[in-house]
């Protein structure tokens, strides 16, 4: 029976992995067209993504072509022909209904089963990539499952005893892995040009902790991951010079870079990114901005004056320019989890060879990355050769890795402490842009990696403040609305947040996640008597 569930399960992947490339072929031609295009532009739909998400009623080819024969008549209805043609096939029915007389952890526990998806059947002609198992969707108008957003969840299921659901979901990563060779931002076909933060080694680890025999089944995947993130370092020939998701620094030293392969607006950002490249004048400065801006999608920061080379300019976008502190921070773990395993494996060889690489990386880390005047790590850009322009939250990602220095931690301590803590816990960064990942804003994940990495040097006093303030702000917004929400404004805890391409979401998958153990975690530090 076990040989039997095994061979079925190779079956699937197969069979779902070929029906997907179909689809992308025809969904990327589908996405070039006059037709798709249009709809996007006018408007039709006030989110783009809603139409990327609708399921046309025959395949694309043939859409198209009707279309393409009745625009030309004098009552033709653009709105009317995708109403006639598209529809909305994954509404689960399962409502977020207000309901304060709940806690807000009470109403947590109860979301799982509103915000559980799968196992998937495929949809002719979707742009829902299927997935065997069950899994958890952030919420709001993220109905499928996301990368990074992904192991904030995972943690909050396991203080909330949903092991076997949380095991579902590396096993969902696992078989995308496995079927497409990576793990790609979101589980739609218009998201195949990129990944995201790579979170999955750390979503082994956390379901594998007691477990040894499970890490051991999961470790070809982290290897198959770290060979995409490399991947192109071959053909690197100059120092400081690209390559796909790597930038050479050294004859045999790399480090890594965000990076999407698309030059043309994002299909499901398709309006904003075809109008910001408007005020460029060259085809050339065109392609790059949407490169720069699909990257910046594929670092999870979407977007952020983070990746700007000049203050207050959206256009300015230079995701792909920068070495990003946190990308490198998780590709060190990623090291250091292969050289784990292949010590399990017994491979001593191999294990000295990614304990040197790691070593490296965090060498790269505490120097390159380490802004000595500002005592805190920033981006590096490679381009310029120095720091990227402004300090944000991602500072903290060496110290969630034990990779800073006890003087270099207590800087960023300081830093944080006195710059980025706020009435509501941590902003973003320091900058009012307008863009979600900025002032006023703070995003669940990035608490939980700053208070994971305070606690790491022993800084529980801060970690508890900035603890009790996060939840003190979700506990009042819950009271307030009964949701939980995509992100927080932790400058003025009596609004809401706001900015970016699309409105806040409610749900939400990390926000409950890091709520829950931010709670365990403070009541273990601080017991009811």
């Known amino acids: 029976m076990k040989y039997f569930s095994y061979f079925f399960l190779l079956f699937f992947v197969l069979i779902t992995a070929c029906r997907q490339e179909q689809k992308e072929v025809l969904a990327t031609d589908f996405y070039n067209t006059e037709l798709f295009k249009e709809v996007q532009l006018q408007a039709i739909f006030k989110d783009s993504k809603t139409f990327v998400d609708l399921v046309p009623d025959r395949p694309y080819g043939e859409l198209v072509a009707m279309y393409e024969e009745e625009k030309m008549a004098a009552d033709f209805s653009l709105k009317d022909f995708v109403s006639d043609h598209f529809t909305d096939q994954f509404n689960s029915g399962q409502v977020i209904v207000t309901d304060t007389t709940k806690n807000m952890y009470e109403h947590i526990s109860s979301m799982w089963s509103k915000l559980t998806r799968g196992p998937d059947t495929a949809v002719e002609n979707s742009s829902r990539i299927a997935l065997p198992y069950k899994y958890v969707v952030p919420g709001g108008r993220f109905r499928e499952i996301y990368y990074w957003d992904s192991y904030f969840t995972l943690e909050g299921l396991l203080v909330d005893d949903q092991e076997e659901l949380a095991k579902s979901m590396v096993d969902n990563f696992s078989f995308l892995i496995d079927s497409l060779g990576f793990i790609p931002n979101g589980t739609r076909n218009y998201y195949l040009s990129r990944s995201q933060p790579p979170f999955y080694a750390l979503m082994v680890d956390a379901v594998s902790r007691e477990d040894r025999d499970m890490f051991i089944e999961y470790f070809p995947m982290i290897l198959k991951e770290y060979e995409f993130w490399m991947a192109g370092k071959n053909e690197v020939k100059g120092i400081h010079t690209p390559n796909k998701y790597v930038v050479r620094m050294g004859e045999e030293f790399f480090l890594n870079r965000y990076w999407d392969n698309g030059t043309t607006p994002r299909p499901e950002s398709y309006k904003e990114d075809f109008h910001l490249a408007s005020e460029l004048s060259s085809k050339a400065d065109k392609t790059m901005l949407y490169t720069n801006m699909r990257s910046g999608a594929a670092s999870g920061w979407d977007f952020s004056s983070r990746w700007y080379t000049t203050e207050n300019d959206f256009g300015s976008t230079k995701t792909a320019d920068i070495l990003a502190i946190d ?54 850009n490679y381009t310029q050769k120095g720091f990227a322009r402004t300090p944000t939250l991602a500072g903290v990602f060496p110290l969630y890795f034990e990779l800073a220095s006890e003087e270099q931690a207590q800087g960023v301590r300081d830093k944080l402490m006195s710059d980025f803590l706020k009435d509501g816990g941590l902003v973003t960064t320091l900058e009012h842009s307008g863009q979600q990942w900025d002032a006023p804003n703070g995003w669940a994940p990035l608490q939980y990696v700053a208070v994971e990495g305070l606690l790491n040097y022993g800084y529980v006093d801060e970690a508890k403040i900035i603890m009790k303030r996060w939840l003190n702000l979700n506990e009042r917004v819950y009271q307030d609305t009964g949701k939980m929400m995509e992100k927080y404004n932790v400058e003025d805890i009596s609004l809401l947040s706001g900015g970016g391409e699309y409105e806040t979401q409610d749900g939400f998958g990390w926000t409950n996640g890091v709520a829950l153990v931010f709670k365990k975690m403070l009541d273990e530090m601080e017991p009811a008597e």
Do not use: P, V
């Open 327 to 380: 990308l490198n921070c998780l590709l060190y773990f990623m090291e250091m989890s292969i050289a784990k395993g292949y010590e399990l494996t017994h491979d001593a060889e191999n294990e000295a060879l990614f304990l040197s690489k790691a070593e490296e990386r965090k060498t790269s880390i505490q120097e390159l990355f380490w802004n000595d005047d500002e005592s805190y790590f920033y981006d590096y």
